[in-house]
């Protein structure tokens, strides 16, 4: 299996649907996950790109929340209309930085190398 320069892990967690967290799959991240997997195939990145869903990222409070590596940063507040900016995103190595919840760029936090 190649390896690629950019992974996203979509979180894909299912809860009970009386859990007072909800889930992420409650909340659409199946359909995301699909979605964006053919975004990423629909721009010719899959050699540099892996969609991959996982099991829970413990950000529940962040609604579909999504990790992405090698950033070391997690987005939140995920929907179907952000797939393509993020698609684009990844594979031009970027980040969209308005969903960024933790790491590098997240409100309130510093990025390596600051005081």
Request: net charge positive; charged share 30%.
């Amino acid at each position: 299996m190649p390896h690629r320069e950019r992974y996203l892990f979509v979180c894909t967690n299912r809860r009970s649907d009386d859990s007072p967290k909800g889930s992420c799959a409650q909340k659409g991240s199946e359909e995301l996950a699909a979605r964006l997997k053919d975004a990423v195939t629909a721009r010719k990145a899959k050699a540099i790109v892996r969609v991959c869903t996982s099991s829970c990222l413990d950000m529940c409070e962040t609604g579909i929340s999504i990790a992405c590596e090698p950033e070391h940063i997690a987005y939140g507040s995920v929907t179907l209309v952000d797939v393509d900016e993020v698609a684009d995103a990844l594979v031009a190595g970027r980040v969209v930085q308005r969903l960024v919840v933790h790491g590098a760029g997240a409100r309130g936090e510093r990025s390596r190398g600051s005081p």
